[in-house]
Protein backbone atom coordinates (compact mmCIF):
# COMPACT_ATOMS: atom_id res chain seq x y z
CA UNK A 1 0.00 0.00 0.00
CA UNK A 2 1.44 3.20 -1.05
CA UNK A 3 1.37 5.62 1.49
CA UNK A 4 0.59 8.48 -0.79
CA UNK A 5 -2.60 6.51 -2.00
CA UNK A 6 -4.17 6.58 2.05
CA UNK A 7 -3.24 10.27 2.07
CA UNK A 8 -5.01 11.10 -0.75
CA UNK A 9 -8.10 8.36 -0.25
CA UNK A 10 -8.32 10.08 3.53
CA UNK A 11 -8.01 13.76 1.96
CA UNK A 12 -10.96 12.98 -0.66
CA UNK A 13 -12.99 11.73 2.72
CA UNK A 14 -12.37 14.50 4.63
CA UNK A 15 -11.96 17.73 2.84
CA UNK A 16 -15.75 18.21 2.06
CA UNK A 17 -16.43 18.79 5.23
CA UNK A 18 -13.96 21.27 6.46
CA UNK A 19 -14.91 24.51 6.74
CA UNK A 20 -11.66 26.54 5.59
CA UNK A 21 -11.74 23.90 2.49
CA UNK A 22 -8.73 21.99 4.75
CA UNK A 23 -6.01 23.64 4.18
CA UNK A 24 -4.83 23.09 7.91
CA UNK A 25 -5.10 19.07 6.80
CA UNK A 26 -3.45 19.82 3.22
CA UNK A 27 -0.37 21.38 4.52
CA UNK A 28 -0.14 18.48 7.39
CA UNK A 29 -0.02 15.83 5.33
CA UNK A 30 0.42 16.89 1.82
CA UNK A 31 1.89 19.71 1.14
CA UNK A 32 5.75 21.20 0.17
CA UNK A 33 6.05 22.67 4.54
CA UNK A 34 8.51 21.36 6.08
CA UNK A 35 6.26 19.39 8.51
CA UNK A 36 4.28 17.67 6.00
CA UNK A 37 4.35 13.73 6.39
CA UNK A 38 4.62 13.38 2.53
CA UNK A 39 8.03 15.67 2.37
CA UNK A 40 9.48 13.86 5.71
CA UNK A 41 8.16 10.08 5.34
CA UNK A 42 9.08 10.25 1.53
CA UNK A 43 6.35 8.81 -1.71
CA UNK A 44 6.15 4.76 -1.33
CA UNK A 45 5.19 2.21 0.12
CA UNK A 46 3.63 2.23 4.02
CA UNK A 47 6.19 0.86 6.55
CA UNK A 48 4.33 1.40 9.74
CA UNK A 49 7.88 1.87 12.46
CA UNK A 50 8.70 4.93 9.27
CA UNK A 51 5.07 6.15 9.43
CA UNK A 52 4.81 6.35 13.12
CA UNK A 53 8.37 8.16 13.12
CA UNK A 54 7.58 10.92 10.66
CA UNK A 55 4.35 11.46 12.65
CA UNK A 56 6.08 12.65 15.31
CA UNK A 57 8.24 14.77 13.19
CA UNK A 58 5.21 16.40 11.54
CA UNK A 59 4.06 17.65 14.98
CA UNK A 60 7.08 18.12 16.15
CA UNK A 61 7.73 20.68 13.44
CA UNK A 62 4.04 21.90 13.18
CA UNK A 63 4.33 25.35 14.48
CA UNK A 64 0.16 26.06 15.11
CA UNK A 65 -1.73 24.34 17.69
CA UNK A 66 -0.15 20.69 18.03
CA UNK A 67 -3.19 19.32 19.52
CA UNK A 68 -4.96 20.16 16.06
CA UNK A 69 -2.25 18.17 14.13
CA UNK A 70 -2.92 15.42 16.68
CA UNK A 71 -6.59 15.04 16.21
CA UNK A 72 -5.73 15.15 12.64
CA UNK A 73 -3.44 12.30 12.73
CA UNK A 74 -5.70 9.98 15.47
CA UNK A 75 -8.32 10.32 12.69
CA UNK A 76 -5.95 9.25 9.51
CA UNK A 77 -4.58 6.02 11.24
CA UNK A 78 -8.12 5.29 12.24
CA UNK A 79 -9.10 5.50 8.63
CA UNK A 80 -5.88 2.87 7.77
CA UNK A 81 -7.47 1.07 10.30
CA UNK A 82 -10.70 0.85 8.84
CA UNK A 83 -10.37 1.30 5.38
CA UNK A 84 -7.52 -0.74 4.48
CA UNK A 85 -7.20 -3.19 7.55
CA UNK A 86 -3.24 -1.70 8.56
CA UNK A 87 -3.45 -1.27 12.12
CA UNK A 88 -0.98 1.16 13.83
CA UNK A 89 -0.53 1.49 16.96
CA UNK A 90 1.13 4.65 18.45
CA UNK A 91 0.99 6.24 21.73
CA UNK A 92 0.27 10.27 21.40
CA UNK A 93 0.84 12.30 24.19
CA UNK A 94 -0.81 11.45 27.40
CA UNK A 95 -2.13 15.75 27.62
CA UNK A 96 -3.38 18.45 25.93
CA UNK A 97 0.28 19.43 25.11
CA UNK A 98 -0.80 23.16 23.55
CA UNK A 99 -2.40 23.71 27.22
CA UNK A 100 0.60 25.31 29.65
CA UNK A 101 -1.42 24.46 32.50
CA UNK A 102 -1.51 20.67 31.56
CA UNK A 103 1.77 20.73 30.58
CA UNK A 104 3.35 21.97 33.71
CA UNK A 105 0.88 19.91 36.22
CA UNK A 106 1.87 16.84 34.00
CA UNK A 107 5.79 17.79 34.39
CA UNK A 108 5.09 18.29 38.25
CA UNK A 109 4.13 14.98 38.61
CA UNK A 110 6.65 12.85 36.22
CA UNK A 111 9.73 14.98 37.77
CA UNK A 112 8.79 13.29 41.45
CA UNK A 113 10.23 10.39 40.47
CA UNK A 114 14.23 10.66 40.57
CA UNK A 115 14.76 8.39 37.90
CA UNK A 116 13.11 10.37 35.02
CA UNK A 117 15.14 12.49 32.94
CA UNK A 118 13.82 16.07 31.70
CA UNK A 119 15.17 14.61 28.41
CA UNK A 120 12.27 12.04 28.50
CA UNK A 121 9.91 14.84 28.70
CA UNK A 122 11.00 15.74 24.83
CA UNK A 123 9.69 13.13 23.10
CA UNK A 124 7.13 11.99 25.66
CA UNK A 125 4.94 15.77 24.77
CA UNK A 126 6.54 16.01 21.41
CA UNK A 127 6.98 19.06 22.05
CA UNK A 128 10.53 21.56 21.64
CA UNK A 129 13.35 21.71 24.48
CA UNK A 130 12.47 25.32 24.69
CA UNK A 131 9.01 24.68 25.80
CA UNK A 132 9.88 22.08 28.31
CA UNK A 133 12.62 24.41 29.55
CA UNK A 134 10.82 27.22 29.76
CA UNK A 135 7.98 25.62 31.48
CA UNK A 136 10.52 23.94 34.25
CA UNK A 137 11.63 27.82 34.66
CA UNK A 138 7.83 28.72 35.71
CA UNK A 139 7.52 25.76 37.99
CA UNK A 140 11.13 26.44 39.88
CA UNK A 141 9.57 30.50 40.21
CA UNK A 142 12.62 31.57 38.15
CA UNK A 143 9.85 33.32 35.63
CA UNK A 144 8.17 37.10 36.39
CA UNK A 145 4.53 34.79 35.10
CA UNK A 146 4.71 31.79 37.22
CA UNK A 147 1.79 29.44 36.20
CA UNK A 148 -1.93 30.27 38.22
CA UNK A 149 -3.89 28.02 40.06
CA UNK A 150 -7.17 29.05 40.65
CA UNK A 151 -5.65 33.22 41.53
CA UNK A 152 -2.82 31.59 43.34
CA UNK A 153 0.89 31.17 41.90
CA UNK A 154 2.47 27.38 41.59
CA UNK A 155 5.85 27.33 42.60
CA UNK A 156 8.08 25.00 44.02
CA UNK A 157 10.58 27.01 45.30
CA UNK A 158 12.75 24.72 47.20
CA UNK A 159 14.01 22.56 43.39
CA UNK A 160 17.02 22.05 42.18
CA UNK A 161 17.55 21.58 38.23
CA UNK A 162 20.73 18.80 38.45
CA UNK A 163 22.46 16.56 36.05
CA UNK A 164 19.25 16.67 33.76
CA UNK A 165 16.88 15.76 36.68
CA UNK A 166 14.52 18.12 38.92
CA UNK A 167 15.56 17.81 42.61
CA UNK A 168 12.78 18.74 45.00
CA UNK A 169 12.88 18.53 48.74
CA UNK A 170 9.28 18.11 48.89
CA UNK A 171 7.07 16.54 45.83
CA UNK A 172 4.22 18.50 44.35
CA UNK A 173 0.92 16.82 44.19
CA UNK A 174 -1.45 18.74 41.86
CA UNK A 175 -5.30 17.91 42.76
CA UNK A 176 -7.55 20.54 41.42
CA UNK A 177 -10.87 18.49 42.80
CA UNK A 178 -14.53 20.30 41.76
CA UNK A 179 -16.47 19.52 44.86
CA UNK A 180 -20.11 20.55 45.81
CA UNK A 181 -20.29 22.83 48.79
CA UNK A 182 -21.15 19.88 51.18
CA UNK A 183 -17.73 17.99 50.46
CA UNK A 184 -16.00 20.88 50.89
CA UNK A 185 -17.81 21.23 54.47
CA UNK A 186 -17.06 17.68 55.01
CA UNK A 187 -13.39 18.00 54.00
CA UNK A 188 -12.95 21.59 56.12
CA UNK A 189 -14.37 19.78 58.83
CA UNK A 190 -12.07 16.80 58.83
CA UNK A 191 -9.21 19.19 58.56
CA UNK A 192 -10.05 21.08 61.61
CA UNK A 193 -10.24 17.55 63.67
CA UNK A 194 -6.99 16.93 62.46
CA UNK A 195 -5.76 20.51 63.00
CA UNK A 196 -6.16 19.35 66.95
CA UNK A 197 -3.29 16.74 66.68
CA UNK A 198 -0.27 18.65 67.66
CA UNK A 199 1.83 16.54 64.68
CA UNK A 200 -0.82 17.38 61.90
CA UNK A 201 -1.67 20.74 62.81
CA UNK A 202 -0.22 22.98 60.59
CA UNK A 203 -0.51 20.59 57.55
CA UNK A 204 -4.30 20.63 57.82
CA UNK A 205 -4.42 24.25 59.06
CA UNK A 206 -2.49 24.72 55.52
CA UNK A 207 -4.49 22.56 53.50
CA UNK A 208 -7.89 24.26 54.60
CA UNK A 209 -6.27 27.54 53.64
CA UNK A 210 -5.33 26.53 50.43
CA UNK A 211 -9.42 25.42 49.71
CA UNK A 212 -10.43 28.55 51.84
CA UNK A 213 -8.79 30.58 49.48
CA UNK A 214 -10.32 28.80 46.10
CA UNK A 215 -13.83 29.70 47.52
CA UNK A 216 -16.38 32.21 45.88
CA UNK A 217 -17.63 34.81 48.66
CA UNK A 218 -20.76 33.39 48.34
CA UNK A 219 -19.23 30.04 49.49
CA UNK A 220 -17.88 31.02 52.06
CA UNK A 221 -20.98 32.96 53.38
CA UNK A 222 -22.95 29.83 52.90
CA UNK A 223 -20.14 27.34 54.52
CA UNK A 224 -20.12 30.18 57.94
CA UNK A 225 -24.23 30.23 57.94
CA UNK A 226 -24.50 26.10 57.40
CA UNK A 227 -21.59 25.79 60.27
CA UNK A 228 -23.30 28.45 62.89
CA UNK A 229 -26.85 27.51 62.68
CA UNK A 230 -27.64 24.08 61.16
CA UNK A 231 -24.14 22.04 62.18
CA UNK A 232 -22.82 24.02 65.26
CA UNK A 233 -19.05 24.09 65.18
CA UNK A 234 -16.51 26.33 65.71
CA UNK A 235 -17.42 29.23 63.23
CA UNK A 236 -14.16 31.06 64.60
CA UNK A 237 -11.35 28.30 63.03
CA UNK A 238 -13.26 28.67 59.93
CA UNK A 239 -12.48 32.59 59.61
CA UNK A 240 -9.45 32.25 60.71
CA UNK A 241 -8.75 30.83 57.15
CA UNK A 242 -8.92 33.84 55.50
CA UNK A 243 -4.95 34.44 55.78
CA UNK A 244 -4.14 35.37 52.48
CA UNK A 245 -1.65 32.65 50.84
CA UNK A 246 1.68 33.74 48.17
CA UNK A 247 1.78 30.27 46.97
CA UNK A 248 -0.46 27.50 46.54
CA UNK A 249 2.38 24.80 47.21
CA UNK A 250 4.17 24.78 50.93
CA UNK A 251 6.78 22.54 50.72
CA UNK A 252 7.19 20.22 54.14
CA UNK A 253 9.87 22.04 55.66
CA UNK A 254 7.27 25.47 54.95
CA UNK A 255 4.41 23.22 57.03
CA UNK A 256 6.72 23.30 59.92
CA UNK A 257 8.01 25.33 62.70
CA UNK A 258 9.57 24.96 65.72
CA UNK A 259 6.71 25.19 68.09
CA UNK A 260 5.80 21.74 69.54
CA UNK A 261 6.47 18.56 67.38
CA UNK A 262 6.54 21.14 64.38
CA UNK A 263 8.71 19.20 62.18
CA UNK A 264 8.77 15.54 63.19
CA UNK A 265 6.31 14.43 60.47
CA UNK A 266 8.70 15.46 57.84
CA UNK A 267 11.48 14.25 59.72
CA UNK A 268 9.74 10.73 59.89
CA UNK A 269 8.91 10.75 56.34
CA UNK A 270 12.07 11.71 54.42
CA UNK A 271 14.76 10.32 57.48
CA UNK A 272 15.46 13.38 58.30
CA UNK A 273 17.36 14.78 61.57
CA UNK A 274 16.13 16.80 63.92
CA UNK A 275 17.04 18.03 67.67
CA UNK A 276 13.92 18.45 70.24
CA UNK A 277 13.58 20.23 73.40
CA UNK A 278 11.56 18.63 75.53
CA UNK A 279 10.29 18.74 79.21
CA UNK A 280 11.17 15.22 81.91
CA UNK A 281 8.99 14.38 84.27
CA UNK A 282 10.77 16.04 86.76
CA UNK A 283 10.30 19.29 85.09
CA UNK A 284 13.78 19.75 83.83
CA UNK A 285 14.26 20.58 80.25
CA UNK A 286 16.80 18.32 77.95
CA UNK A 287 17.25 18.60 74.49
CA UNK A 288 17.72 15.77 72.30
CA UNK A 289 20.39 15.98 69.62
CA UNK A 290 20.57 14.31 66.33
CA UNK A 291 17.33 12.38 66.55
CA UNK A 292 16.16 9.52 64.13
CA UNK A 293 12.12 9.37 64.48
CA UNK A 294 11.28 5.95 64.53
CA UNK A 295 7.45 5.57 64.66
CA UNK A 296 4.97 7.99 65.50
CA UNK A 297 2.47 6.43 68.21
CA UNK A 298 -0.33 9.02 68.17
CA UNK A 299 0.34 10.31 71.78
CA UNK A 300 4.23 9.30 71.77
CA UNK A 301 6.84 9.18 69.53
CA UNK A 302 10.06 7.01 69.45
CA UNK A 303 13.42 8.45 68.49
CA UNK A 304 16.85 7.32 68.45
CA UNK A 305 19.28 9.87 70.13
CA UNK A 306 23.24 8.90 71.37
CA UNK A 307 22.54 5.43 70.23
CA UNK A 308 19.71 5.05 72.88
CA UNK A 309 15.72 4.15 71.98
CA UNK A 310 13.66 6.73 73.81
CA UNK A 311 9.79 7.11 73.51
CA UNK A 312 8.48 10.65 74.05
CA UNK A 313 5.28 12.51 75.13
CA UNK A 314 4.14 14.46 72.57
CA UNK A 315 2.70 16.58 75.01
CA UNK A 316 6.20 17.40 76.67
CA UNK A 317 7.73 17.98 73.50
CA UNK A 318 8.07 22.09 74.13
CA UNK A 319 10.15 22.30 70.10
CA UNK A 320 12.02 20.59 67.47
CA UNK A 321 13.61 21.88 64.75
CA UNK A 322 16.17 20.53 61.72
CA UNK A 323 19.53 22.32 63.37
CA UNK A 324 20.52 23.03 67.63
CA UNK A 325 20.94 26.97 66.02
CA UNK A 326 16.87 27.07 65.64
CA UNK A 327 16.48 26.35 69.81
CA UNK A 328 18.72 28.74 70.72
Not at 7 to 18: D, G, T, V
Not at 51 to 66: C, E, P, V
Not at 90 to 103: A, T, V
Not at 223 to 228: A, D, G, K
Request: negative net charge; hydrophobic residues 35%; contains cysteine.
Amino acid sequence: MKIETTIEAYLHKMLPYQRDGGSMITNLLSSDKEYSLLKINGHGELVPDELKASIILSIKGYTSTKDNAIKVYKEYLNFIKTQYNIEIELEFPPIPISIEFERIMFIAKYLQDPNHKIEELYNMLWVGKDTIDDDIKKLRGMTDNPIQVCGKKFVIEDSKRRNGRVIMSSTAHPVLLTSNLTQIIVTLKGLRLMSKESAFRNYANDMAKSIWTQLSEYAKKRIIFVLSDLLPDEVQWYTSLEEELNNSFLSERMCSDTEGVGCVLDCLKNQKKCFIEYQEEDGSIKIYSDCTIENYLGDTIRILSGGQKIELSLDNILRSSYTIEELI
